[in-house]
């Protein structure tokens, strides 16, 4: 099922909302220009709710296991939030933990980016 934009924006925007409401995870938005960056992960999640490949939406801003995981749970609450089936809760929730693959290269692994390596959206910065 294809999702409208407004829709994948709205959730963009809610779950960055969250994040930035987080102590914890606040400090790696910093720097960071959010209306780019709400752009590459509403593309990521646009994507991820068609079942497509999702490109990695958070690189370069240093997070940790839990920090991560803590992201893609705030994402389901926001899909869940807005009535978003949850299939495809559970595919967009794969896609950014870094489980879904892209359909005919199970076991391939991904390119890494590397260290200090600018990401498009200006994250990391």
């Given at each position: 099922?294809?999702?409208?934009?407004?829709?994948?924006?709205?959730?963009?925007?809610?779950?960055?909302?969250?994040?930035?409401?987080?102590?914890?995870?606040?400090?790696?938005?910093v720097?960071?220009?959010?209306?780019?960056?709400?752009?590459?992960?509403?593309?990521?999640?646009?994507?991820?709710?068609?079942?497509?490949?999702?490109?990695?939406?958070?690189?370069?801003?240093?997070?940790?296991?839990e920090?991560?995981?803590?992201?893609?749970?705030?994402?389901?609450?926001?899909?869940?939030?807005?009535?978003?089936?949850?299939?495809?809760i559970?595919?967009?929730?794969?896609?950014?933990?870094?489980?879904?693959?892209?359909?005919?290269?199970?076991?391939?692994?991904?390119?890494?980016?590397?260290?200090?390596?600018?990401?498009?959206?200006?994250?990391?910065?």
């Amino acid at each position: 099922m294809a999702y409208s934009d407004e829709v994948v924006r709205e959730a963009v925007w809610q779950w960055l909302r969250l994040v930035a409401a987080d102590a914890e995870l606040e400090p790696y938005l910093v720097g960071v220009d959010l209306g780019r960056f709400a752009d590459h992960l509403a593309a990521t999640l646009g994507a991820a709710l068609d079942g497509r490949a999702a490109a990695d939406a958070w690189p370069g801003l240093g997070l940790g296991e839990e920090q991560h995981r803590r992201l893609v749970d705030y994402l389901a609450g926001v899909l869940w939030a807005l009535d978003v089936p949850q299939a495809a809760i559970a595919a967009a929730r794969a896609a950014f933990a870094g489980e879904a693959r892209p359909t005919g290269t199970a076991g391939e692994a991904r390119p890494a980016r590397a260290v200090g390596e600018a990401h498009p959206t200006g994250a990391g910065r």
